[in-house]
């Protein structure tokens, strides 16, 4: 039986990345305002979020070796202090270069330095219940997703974008800081060796068939992932849909993501982590068949439930299954580096959306090409179980 303290971690890891990520997805909100703020076309503003993205991808390994060397809790208060600063300087932006610097680069950069230190704190303290922890740890993203554009959304119309921007770097200051205050390395469990958790180093790791595989589902799934925070909400606005329940839309995919997360332990549970991956990984490229005959605002509210759904559940397991196939000697590195797949996925899918919606004046093709993309990183877990798995 897990104690209460690896309890504390899993509720501090959760309000950690409900920050973050409510702060990510809240681009959605802003995204009408950069674009007239800077007459700027969707291409050249999909750029902040895509940036914002790439670094947080890249980084995150280095934000993984920090924590394993330093522990998470000052690792994650020191992210915290970046996006809250970076929010702020966005708010002062006179141009959007200086956007792509602040909330691009420096939020970025608080990002990789919470998400992956506190996400791979939760596994090294659980063994029986790791998959129910890693899925309330998780649902954080969901939540944030669905609460913070949401409020940002209202607070648009009672300020400026300028002034809700620094309304969210002050609220990252309060709660991030202290949420990330209560987050601590795990102590050693059984089956160490000379303190250390069992498992492969970083670079036994990068050298497993495996772990290839993984970062090649992880590479591919990226684009497919990520077009919809930064599009779906422009995509409703042009079909005729309200800027509120546009910008809802984000919301909802964290509902969706939220039901995914703690429903996704109770399937991979009995049939396999990876094989549910995989079912997650096809699931979420079949739902762009909705956002294709998408014209009113409900089928657009059952696109981002069902997306929602599989995107929440593959950002649950990911941690898990890295816990399972590769031990917890170096959790965070291991989790930061598959991460770093997602980066250009995340920097070039939403900014060739844009340019592809820029050039056609629909997101038609963009939707076929994810289908396509999908259906590739569906093949590339389900290569994973080719090879033998070990289980630490």
Not at 7 to 32: D, H, K, N, Q, R
Not at 128 to 133: F, Q
Not at 218 to 241: E, Q
Not at 347 to 362: E, H, M, N, R, Y
Request: hydrophobic content about 55%.
């Amino acid at each position: 039986m897990e104690s209460r303290k690896s309890w504390v971690i899993v509720w501090a890891t959760f309000v950690c990345l409900a920050v973050i990520f409510g702060v990510s997805y809240s681009f959605a909100a802003f995204f009408e305002n950069f674009e007239k703020e800077f007459s700027a076309q969707r291409a050249d503003v999909s750029w902040i979020f895509g940036l914002c993205g790439l670094v947080y991808f890249v980084l995150g390994a280095l934000g993984g070796l920090l924590a394993d060397r330093w522990g998470p809790r000052l690792i994650c208060m020191l992210g915290m202090a970046f996006i809250a600063a970076g929010l702020f300087f966005t708010s002062l932006a006179q141009s959007l270069v200086s956007i792509y610097i602040s909330y691009g680069l420096l939020v970025g950069l608080g990002i990789a330095f919470v998400y992956t230190p506190a996400i791979a704190s939760v596994q090294p303290w659980f063994t029986a219940r790791r998959g129910l922890a890693s899925g309330i740890a998780s649902s954080g993203v969901g939540a944030g997703t669905l609460v913070v554009p949401v409020v940002i959304s209202y607070l648009l119309t009672q300020v400026d974008w300028r002034e809700a921007l620094q309304y969210m770097a002050v609220g990252v200051l309060g709660l991030g800081l202290t949420a990330s205050f209560l987050l601590k390395r795990a102590p050693s469990l059984a089956g160490s060796v000379k303190g250390q958790l069992a498992g492969l180093t970083l670079m036994e790791t990068l050298k497993t068939p495996s772990f290839r595989w993984l970062y090649m589902g992880t590479l591919l799934g990226a684009p497919v992932m990520f077009i919809p925070f930064a599009h779906i909400s422009a995509a409703a606005r042009d079909a005729g849909v309200a800027d509120a329940q546009a910008v809802g839309l984000v919301g909802l995919i964290g509902i969706g993501s939220l039901v995914g997360r703690f429903a996704i332990g109770w399937l991979a549970d009995r049939l396999g982590r990876v094989k549910t991956l995989m079912l997650m990984q096809c699931l979420m490229g079949l739902s762009y068949l909705i956002w294709a005959g998408a014209q009113e605002g409900w089928v657009f509210a059952i696109f981002a439930l069902w997306f929602g759904l599989s995107y929440g559940s593959i950002v649950s397991l990911l941690p898990a299954i890295c816990m399972d196939l590769f031990g917890g000697r170096a959790v965070s590195a291991v989790i930061g580096t598959l991460y770093s797949g997602a980066a250009f996925g995340n920097l070039l899918g939403p900014v060739i959306a844009g340019k592809v919606f820029d050039v056609t004046q629909s997101y038609a093709l963009v939707i076929w090409i994810t289908l396509v993309i999908s259906a590739m990183a569906t093949c590339s877990c389900w290569r994973i179980l080719k090879y033998p798995q070990q289980q630490y």
